[in-house]
């Protein structure tokens, strides 16, 4: 079996991240940029804007959306909710992961203030993508990588993110059932 390295991930993701996979109406315009700055970041923050930008792209298991909690999304994830899209976000931070009830996709959602202030989103995205890693990966269907006939690209550098951000976190073997379906993916074996 190979051993891939986070370094051989963020290669392979790296041709995806361009401006027209970023312009994605399920991905609030500042988060688009922010996804881009931090692309252009540390290798921690580059895991992330790969894992942002393939979860949304990836639909199977990823994210629904990023969106501020001023926008017609959070408005319509507060009414399933029964709550006011200003309480999605607790007090004291400036990004979460909402969940659905409805379905198992979740959505991240920020302060619309953060909006306006490139630092606080640069920060806040990456640490909720970093923070709700283990749900994320939980959910994701690992059922869908590997099919050969019905390759899923996006599915798969959203599974490799989060196998490179269980590299990177320094917890010995909690990426050992993420990493198995990213290389499952890479070889195209079921």
Request: charged share 20%; proline share 7%; net charge negative.
């Given at each position: 079996?190979?051993?891939?390295?986070?370094?051989?991930?963020?290669?392979?993701?790296?041709?995806l991240l361009t401006p027209e996979n970023l312009d994605d109406p399920r991905i609030d315009p500042a988060a688009q940029e922010s996804i881009s700055r931090l692309n252009q970041g540390e290798t921690?923050?580059?895991?992330?804007?790969?894992?942002?930008l393939s979860g949304v792209k990836a639909e199977a298991g990823g994210l629904m959306g990023i969106f501020g909690d001023d926008s017609s999304d959070?408005?319509?994830?507060?009414?399933?909710?029964?709550?006011?899209?200003?309480?999605?976000?607790?007090?004291?931070?400036?990004?979460?992961?909402?969940?659905?009830?409805?379905?198992?996709?979740?959505?991240?959602?920020?302060?619309?203030?953060?909006?306006n202030d490139p630092i606080r989103l640069d920060n806040s995205?990456?640490?909720?993508?970093?923070?709700?890693?283990?749900?994320?990966?939980?959910?994701?269907?690992?059922?869908?990588?590997?099919?050969?006939a019905d390759p899923k690209p996006w599915l798969c550098t959203w599974i490799?993110?989060?196998?490179?951000?269980?590299?990177?976190?320094?917890?010995?073997?909690?990426?050992?059932?993420v990493c198995l379906a990213c290389l499952t993916c890479i070889t195209g074996s079921g």
């Open positions: 079996m190979t051993q891939l390295t986070i370094d051989d991930i963020l290669t392979r993701g790296q041709g921690l923050d580059q895991i992330c804007a790969l894992a942002l959070a408005a319509e994830l507060a009414s399933l909710l029964d709550t006011d899209p200003s309480t999605l976000v607790p007090s004291g931070a400036d990004a979460v992961l909402v969940s659905d009830p409805d379905s198992s996709t979740p959505a991240i959602v920020f302060r619309a203030e953060a909006r995205l990456p640490g909720v993508i970093r923070d709700s890693r283990t749900v994320l990966s939980d959910a994701a269907d690992l059922g869908l990588v590997g099919d050969p490799c993110g989060m196998c490179a951000l269980a590299l990177a976190d320094g917890v010995p073997f909690d990426e050992v059932p």
